[in-house]
């Protein structure tokens, strides 16, 4: 079951970052687009914690660092999706996990966590000397983005969470059969 787990987490990152960096590349609003990345980050966690969560957030951000048209040093956005993954997970497992967020808690969320990610992301930039831009540029730069995740939540987290439960859902059958055979 754990393969199959890391194998669908897998496969929601690099639909994410071939729909992300293919077909939202060519609506870019100042250059940016939407973190469906993030978003799949994000709905993991929110389903199966901080470990998982960071660890998909590890896998999605060296996917997103090293796909084209990548102009930045790898790891940036390894670094922020593990701190987002790992931040998210925490906040699912502050609240009862058995209790399915709300809408309005999940779209907060998303805001937090794009937020955080995407700071991070250019703050780690500043301080390898990174950025082409200025501090002013880059808070706009954070702004959009927050817009654009936030705008993009309903459309990408409910088939993450969908396929994330489902998959978590399958785990407790298992486990629900083993202890009735034992």
Do not use: K, Y
Request: proline letters at 4%; charged letters at 15%; hydrophobic letters at 60%.
């Amino acid at each position: 079951m754990r393969a199959l787990r890391a194998a669908v987490a897998l496969g929601l990152v690099l639909v994410a970052l071939l729909v992300q960096s293919s077909v939202l590349g060519h609506v870019a609003w100042q250059g940016v687009v939407p973190n469906l990345c993030l978003l799949v980050v994000v709905g993991a966690a929110l389903v199966r914690g901080p470990e998982f969560g960071a660890l998909l957030g590890f896998v999605a951000g060296v996917a997103l660092d090293l796909a084209p048209p990548a102009d930045h040093v790898a790891g940036r956005w390894a670094l922020a999706l593990v701190v987002v993954g790992w931040l998210v997970g925490r906040v699912r497992t502050a609240q009862t996990a058995d209790v399915r967020p709300s809408a309005g808690s999940v779209v907060l969320t998303v805001a937090a966590a794009s937020f955080v990610g995407t700071s991070v992301f250019a703050l780690s930039g500043l301080v390898l000397g990174d950025p082409v831009m200025g501090i002013g540029d880059l808070l706009t730069v954070i702004l959009v983005a927050l817009v654009l995740d936030v705008v993009a939540t309903p459309f990408v987290l409910p088939v993450v969470l969908a396929v994330v439960r489902r998959l978590d859902t399958e785990r407790e059958r298992g486990r629900r059969t083993e202890r009735v055979l034992t």
